[in-house]
């Protein structure tokens, strides 16, 4: 099973209409990075489970409903009175977003450390908001450093939000710390360019890789995906899709990682070759384009995975 540790929030995500005012409609749409990573997952046929504090509002409750639709288990979501956080989606001509969060005294960031997980967890996904905002950074810290230590394949994506960080250089050292016990880090270029800093994204990839990650993937837009492992270097380009935007389009490539990862029980990233990394990677990348498709966060199914031309280009 894959186990996905994070907050779950609602996107306020442009719509088509303008009010009185000349501002633009807001519509709810239900994210967060981890929390679209498993659903990418659990659409994807793989069983997955989500491990959060969601809160008891409607919007909380309209997520866990999702996650069920998604074939997500939440026996591990935690109950929370607190108010749901919140990202207001500003969306860019290319369709790039960003956002601003309202995370004050939401429930997400008060999860409680759950203990050991399942035996039957054989992957367990961290990132974004969840690494962050206290005091649920520290569980989950706690959290990955346990499933690391009994063998579990950690992954990682810091998915950086950087209005929410106080201290670059302290997050930055905290990441550090984090990769004797990370063994996937995916992240877009974007985000290694703000953490490599002056050194830049070759040499930093190359220093996460000596700390222990096994596996680096870079996600670069419309220039596809690349993996740096200690033997192989493996690029993949983009798949043809009809561009709405690109809301959930990196938690798309984790998830698609994930499930292919462990659908085929891969144990070592270092076992794989450049065969194999070459078919996940351009799966992953099929995935994305399926999601960039669709307005706001919509992983593909299995089944539209398997569709000839599920970006209507033909």
């Known amino acids: 099973m894959i186990v996905v540790g994070g907050e779950a929030l609602v996107d306020l995500v442009p719509g088509a209409e303008k009010t009185n ?4 409609s807001l519509v709810p749409r239900l994210g967060g990075g981890p929390y679209n990573v498993a659903l990418a997952a659990g659409r994807l046929g793989t069983p997955t489970a989500f491990l959060s504090r969601i809160s008891a509002d409607r919007f909380g409750q309209a997520l866990r409903d999702r996650l069920l639709a998604s074939n997500v288990d939440i026996s591990m979501v935690q109950d929370g009175p607190e108010n749901t ?3 207001v989606v500003a969306l860019a001509p290319n369709g790039s977003a960003s956002y601003t969060f309202y995370t004050e005294g939401t429930a ?18 961290l990132g974004t908001l969840g690494m962050v905002l206290e005091p649920g950074a520290s569980t989950y810290e706690t959290v990955l450093r346990r499933e690391a230590a009994r063998g579990v394949l950690t992954a990682l994506d ?27 880090l995916k992240l877009s270029d974007d985000d290694g360019e703000w953490l490599a800093g002056p050194a830049g994204l070759d040499a930093a990839v190359k220093s996460w890789l000596d700390a222990g990650v096994e596996a ?14 200690g033997s192989v270097t493996v690029p993949v380009p983009s ?13 798309t490539v984790q998830g698609a990682l994930l499930s292919w990862l462990h659908d085929r ?28 498709s669709r307005s706001g966060a919509e992983p593909p199914t299995a089944a539209e995975m398997c ?3 599920p970006n209507g280009l033909l």
């Open 158 to 184: 810091p998915n950086i939000r950087a209005d929410l960080i106080a201290d670059a250089d302290a997050y930055r050292s905290r990441f550090a710390s984090w990769l004797p016990d990370v063994r996937l």
């Open 85 to 87: 956080t919140l990202a």
């Open 21 to 24: 005012d000349g501002l633009t």
């Open 265 to 292: 029980n891969v144990g070592a990233l270092t076992d794989l070759s450049e065969a194999d990394w070459r078919e996940v990677l351009t799966f992953a990348a099929r995935a994305a384009s399926i999601t960039v």
């Open 216 to 229: 680096v993937v870079v996600t670069r837009g419309g220039d596809g995906l690349v993996v740096h492992t």
């Open 239 to 251: 798949a043809p899709a009809r561009l709405v935007d690109t809301i959930g389009a990196g938690d």
């Open 307 to 309: 569709e000839p031309d």
């Open 108 to 125: 997400d960031r008060l999860v409680a450390d759950p203990g050991p997980l399942p035996a039957d967890v054989s992957v367990l996904c």
